[in-house]
């Protein structure tokens, strides 16, 4: 019976002068996990170095008992689904599930069942016998997880597995996670979008610069990203006035009015409340030309988180 | 995992991996290579076929050929011999001076062909050439096999197999995919070896045995039925032999060398140069060579050519061969110990495609 967790210890990993990871102790329990940072930040490392793509410099990694360095036993209990889009030349979707099943030791018709069972998962048994070479983005995506599943594998690692995907077909796949974990297992995948791992994980590790900023359960993370303060560019005519009643509010932290006269930068921690507030003011009879998010992206979040909370 | 089910392992990504090998537009000039050699012995079985049919209907008896002498007039040849089955007649002479017939005439006796040469009426010259000399054509084969097919046409094929193995993997970023089935990497090692061997085997094996079958096509038949029923047989397999031998040396060299280095131009003109003063080095460092243990196995030593520059002689002359047993023992030798360095190697391999 092997051990239920992923463990890293003391992890340090770099490529060259350029550092990918350093001193990552963590320890993952089964659940769904997500690796959550800003491009960079070492989510694709830490997942190469458990499923022994690359190994650390230092400190020691195990995959439920198991050493990244032993593909022949981690590799029949782990399933990875890379970031990376090329497959062998020429082959079909079949021919990509069913090759890994060959390499498992399945016989020819056990690991043509298993391809199928595993391309029909995530909805791919029209276009089986499709070159993988001419699938769309999101279809190579689906394509990769039925390689990585297919095996019925104990910890699926999946880099960035949602990207391309339409939303049905996200929401299936999201269903499908959950199926997996329920079962006891590991689902460890990486996102750099935080509504997505909001709804998915279990747990959240996130990352910055090869350190582990923050990690938890998602509740807590989420508290914190409520908290972050939101950047909103207004254009409007009188902007002075405007900044002027915007600081008025307790959960605006920042204005900054535009060169031109016509534009503010606003900061607030509260979203709703600033929603309220930018009504009252156009009811007041100031006119509000438009309102752009600033920062919709992760990489503001990070900027908080590691700065923080300034 | 038992030695049983790693084997089989190792079959399924021999098979596998055969498809891409044999097909891989990145080695397609491999074939080229192995066939190149075929090409002069198909042109010169062709011209041997199209000049007996042409001259069968002119064969001039030897006797008569025999008989006649330097001296003899152009029309008294004629007459004697009948219709040459060619003639071509020119004039040549300084400028301003009176220029001189020439006259060349070819006869055939069934077996040779015979070159009179005539100035002003006269002949100067008679010699004869067989149409065609299976014992020369042999020579040729063998020069052609030691001094082209191993050393330069398996060499190089082996290279754009071998080494694209994993460097051309790498290349269109699919290692991770082998990396992530669950394998071995030394595994996944013999399975490739295996099936880059099985390839390189076929193709140059094949391509042996092609240019040994034209030599023989345009060849006497009784001659022919001789050397079959003499060393005929022995000789095609030691040739194709070599040539698989080749492969299996050639192939560690490089499988090892696409582990090692990014840029395969070092390693090929390092082994090449290693390879080519093999004649020349010690008699311990020359066992550290493919060509060594290869060249041996060849059933006739190669010709030279004794007005050929010294230094060409002294780089093309073989080493002292080993016996069959030894070359085998040798190669096979020195063939696990570059593989067993290449499965130290596949250890280390990471996947960081970016810097590839």
Redesign the interface.
């Known amino acids: 019976m092997s051990a239920p967790e992923i463990v890293f210890q003391e992890v340090s990993k770099f490529y060259g002068e350029v550092l990918g990871v350093n001193h990552v102790t963590l320890r993952i329990p089964s659940g769904i996990t997500s690796l959550v940072g800003p491009n960079g930040s070492g989510k694709t490392t830490l997942m190469n170095l458990m499923a022994g793509l690359i190994h650390p410099d230092r400190g020691v990694i195990t995959v439920r008992g198991l050493s990244p360095r032993d593909p022949e036993r981690l590799m029949r209990i782990t399933g990875y689904a890379t970031q990376y889009d090329a497959a062998p030349r020429g082959v079909t979707g079949l021919d990509f599930v069913t090759t890994g099943l060959l390499l498992a030791g399945h016989g020819k018709q056990e690991a043509s069942r298993r391809a199928w069972k595993s391309l029909e998962r995530v909805g791919m048994n029209e276009a089986a016998h499709r070159k993988v070479a001419a699938y769309s983005k999101g279809m190579r995506q689906r394509v990769r997880l039925a390689v990585a599943l297919a095996h019925d594998p104990e910890v699926l690692i999946l880099d960035e597995p949602l990207n391309g995907l339409d939303p049905l077909v996200r929401a299936e796949t999201i269903a499908l996670f959950h199926e997996f974990a329920a079962q006891g297992r590991h689902v460890v995948l990486s996102s750099h979008v935080l509504q997505e791992v909001d709804v998915i994980s279990d747990r959240v590790i996130l990352i910055a610069n090869g350190m582990i900023i923050a990690e938890g359960h998602v509740r807590g993370v989420r508290e914190e990203i409520h908290e972050h303060p939101s950047q909103y560019i207004i254009r409007c005519r009188d902007a002075s006035r405007i900044a002027a009643l915007l600081f008025e509010q307790d959960h605006i932290t920042q204005v900054q009015v535009h060169e031109d006269r016509l534009g503010l930068l606003v900061a607030t921690r509260n979203q709703r409340e600033f929603s309220r507030a930018l009504t009252r003011i156009s009811l007041a009879g100031h006119t509000v030309e438009s309102v752009v998010a600033a920062d919709e992206n992760v990489d503001a979040l990070y900027k908080y988180l590691i700065g923080g909370g300034r | ?1 038992t030695a049983e ?1 790693r084997l ?2 190792a079959w ?2 021999a098979r ?1 991996q055969l ?2 090998v044999f ?1 891989s537009k990145r080695s397609s000039w491999v074939y080229l290579l192995a066939l190149f050699p075929s090409v002069p012995f198909f042109g010169h079985a062709i011209e041997v076929k199209l000049s007996q049919s042409r001259y069968a209907s002119r064969v001039t008896a030897a006797a008569i050929l025999e008989s006649i002498r330097e001296g003899d007039t152009d029309e008294e040849v004629l007459k004697t011999a009948g219709e040459p089955v060619h003639e071509r007649k020119f004039r040549r002479g300084p400028r301003g001076e009176a220029s001189v017939e020439y006259r060349n005439l070819i006869y055939f006796d069934g077996e040779r062909r015979w070159f009179l040469h005539f100035e002003a009426g006269i002949l100067q010259n008679k010699r004869s050439r067989p149409l065609i000399d299976f014992e020369d054509d042999r020579k040729v084969f063998a020069g052609v096999f030691q001094y082209f097919y191993l050393r330069l046409a398996v060499f190089f094929g082996c290279l754009g197999i071998f080494m694209n193995l994993f460097r051309g993997e790498i290349l ?3 290692l ?10 030394e ?1 996944l090692l013999a399975g490739k070896y295996l099936a880059g061997l099985i390839a390189a085997t076929l193709i140059f094996a094949t391509g042996a045995a092609l240019s040994f079958g034209l030599m023989l096509w345009p060849q006497d038949a009784v001659e022919l039925s001789a050397f079959w029923r003499a060393q005929g047989p022995e000789h095609l397999f030691w040739y194709a032999t070599a040539a698989a031998a080749g492969c299996v040396g050639y192939g560690s060299l490089f499988l090892a060398a696409g582990l090692l280095v990014r840029n395969p131009v070092v390693p090929a003109i390092v082994i090449l140069f290693w390879e080519g003063i093999n004649g020349i080095l010690p008699a311990a460092l020359q066992k550290f060579s493919v060509l060594y243990y290869v060249q041996s196995l060849a059933p006739i030593p190669p010709p030279m050519d004794a007005n050929a520059p010294a230094l060409i002689q002294l780089l093309m002359s073989p080493a002292d061969p080993p016996s069959t047993v030894a070359a085998v023992c040798g190669l096979l030798a020195v063939t696990a110990l570059v593989l067993w360095i290449a499965s130290r190697s596949v ?2 391999i ?4 970016g ?1 590839d």
């Open positions: 995992m089910f089989r392992q399924t990504i596998l498809r891409r097909f269109d970023k699919t991770h995919f082998w990396f992530l089935a669950p394998a071995r990497r595994v250890q280390r990471e996947i960081n495609y810097t």
